[in-house]
């Protein structure tokens, strides 16, 4: 995934350029669908504040099941 044009991280505002390391986070929560882009810094930030790893993110997520 690539940038087309300047984004500003959603947490820190600090600009993130095409061709830039950036993280796009989607998230499903009971107020409804967030979805934003953040700068590495904050993805981090994020990452921690989950307390996840790349492992631990497909063992959190339940596989869906499409068959019913
Ligand atoms: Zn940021």
């Known amino acids: 995934m ?7 991280c959603t947490r820190c505002d600090a600009r993130i350029h095409p061709g830039e390391e950036f993280a796009a986070v989607d998230v499903l929560d009971p107020d409804g669908e967030i979805q934003t882009l953040l700068c590495p810094a904050c993805a981090t930030a994020l990452r921690e504040f989950l307390d996840v790893s790349d492992d631990a993110a497909d063992a959190v997520i339940p596989e869906r099941d499409d068959s019913v």
Not at 2 to 8: A, C, F, G, I, V
């Open 2 to 8: 690539t940038l087309r044009q300047p984004h500003d």
